[in-house]
């Protein structure tokens, strides 16, 4: 029996770095500056699958002046 394991709805600040292959830095200024939403759990602060689609979206819009 194969199992499918179901991808986490949010990542962490590193990861969502690795992702947009930017540094952690970059990554954490594009969320201060509400560029790329993330959550609070707890106190752990996680960046949501769908705010890194929508960034690279927005960044492709901006650039190419076209929605695809």
């Given amino acids: ?3 499918t394991q ?3 709805a949010t990542v962490t ?9 930017i ?5 954490k200024s594009l969320i201060r500056s509400g560029d ?7 106190r ?3 960046v949501t699958r769908g705010s ?4 690279v979206q927005r960044l492709w819009i901006t ?5 695809e």
Avoid: P, W
Avoid at 36 to 41: A, G, R, T, Y
Avoid at 63 to 67: A, E, L, R, T
């Fill in 52 to 55: 890194l689609d929508d960034y």
């Fill in 13 to 21: 600040t590193e990861q969502a770095a690795a992702r947009l292959s």
């Fill in 36 to 42: 790329l939403h993330s959550v609070k759990i707890g």
């Fill in 1 to 3: 029996l194969a199992t």
């Fill in 44 to 46: 752990l602060r996680r």
């Fill in 23 to 27: 540094g952690i830095t970059k990554t």
């Fill in 63 to 67: 650039q190419n002046g076209v929605d």
């Fill in 6 to 8: 179901k991808e986490a």
